[in-house]
């Protein structure tokens, strides 16, 4: 990987490690969902970045692609097990992290099982392990602290403006002989849940991202794929993104939308949810591999690698 590249992910990291501080900060009891994500996509670009995809807040049973709708009220409870997934761009180079929240100690050791089965991902990678190995790690660890690894969630490579780019790195064992490569950018994001361990798709969506750009008549589409294609590239948008920067009516906006998905020149991601009633925990961090040394994009506090 090129240095200015490689310099692009770290910048990217560090504000994706400062917005992971003000998230944590302003995600407490009480708090309003759809101005906690707006302001933490503000921070991101307050210190220079872009958000890589609208921050997904997504509630217990439900593990991912949660994000509020235009001043949707909810209101984040103390016994809510809340994922918080934030990404960065740097001109489309990508960090991508993700952590749980509670406030009742009761699903700590859900949580805890997240942080432990990537810490522990993280602790192997200096031995070049399969991928199939990596997940095999993440799985024991979630199994032997009593809980399901979700295995229908995996890590990814990270290219630019790709944020899920090939290969999954799973949450359990896969027999996948593949290595990472050195000079890739890649995230690991081990799902631990109370369920069965196992994703659907509900019946909400919105966020979305661009397929294939082709003409379309319809003039909110149009005014829509313009804004997208100018703006996100090939990253993931919100609606809400579109409603506050587009200044259309909820109805043009739906109308576009629905038109460009028909055309699949969109395609939306649905809420992804465990079981009824189940809670699902997440961590994530993303690092780039070099050929000696495997460096994490985001860090703590004190400067210390996370996972190391
Ligand atoms: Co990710």
């Known amino acids: 990987m090129e240095k200015e590249i490689s310099a692009k992910y770290v910048t990217a ?3 994706l490690s400062e917005a992971k501080n003000f998230a944590k900060k302003i995600l407490v009891p009480g708090a309003d969902i759809f101005e906690c994500a707006e302001k933490i996509e503000e921070f991101i670009l ?3 970045g872009k958000p890589a995809f609208p921050v997904n807040l ?9 994000t509020p709708d235009w ?3 909810i209101v984040l409870r103390k016994d809510d097990v809340l994922k918080v997934d934030i990404g960065v761009h740097i001109e489309g180079y990508i960090a991508d992290c993700a952590f749980t929240v509670n406030y009742s100690e009761k699903y700590g050791k859900l949580i805890e099982a997240a942080e432990q089965a990537l810490s522990n991902a993280f602790s192997i990678l200096p031995n070049n392990p399969t991928i199939g190995e990596i997940g095999g790690r993440i799985e024991k660890i979630i199994l032997e602290m009593g809980f399901k690894p979700v295995d229908n969630l995996t890590g990814h490579g990270l290219e630019q403006y790709l944020q899920h780019a090939p290969p ?3 949450n359990i064992e896969n027999r996948s002989k593949a290595r990472l490569e050195n000079g890739r950018a890649y995230a690991i994001e081990p799902f631990v849940s109370t369920g069965d361990g196992h994703v659907r798709e509900g019946a909400k969506a919105n966020i979305f991202c661009l ?3 082709k003409a379309i008549r319809n003039v909110h589409s149009r005014k829509i794929l313009g804004h997208v294609v100018e703006n996100y590239k090939t990253l993931p948008f919100a609606e809400r993104w579109l409603q506050r920067e587009l200044k259309m009516s909820n109805f043009e906006l739906k109308v576009g939308l629905k038109q460009l998905m028909h055309e699949k020149i969109i395609k939306a991601y649905p809420i992804l949810h465990d079981l009824h009633g189940s809670y699902v925990a997440q961590a994530e961090n993303s690092f780039i591999k070099m050929e000696k040394q495997i460096i994490p994009l985001v860090v703590e506090n004190d400067g210390k690698a996370k996972g190391t």
Do not use: C, R, T, Y
């Open 211 to 213: 397929q294939e750009i």
């Open 13 to 15: 990291g560090l504000i």
């Open 71 to 73: 001043n949707e009220k």
């Open 58 to 66: 997504s509630f217990n049973e439900n593990a991912a692609h949660q």
């Open 168 to 170: 999954s790195i799973p």
């Open 46 to 48: 307050k210190k220079g």
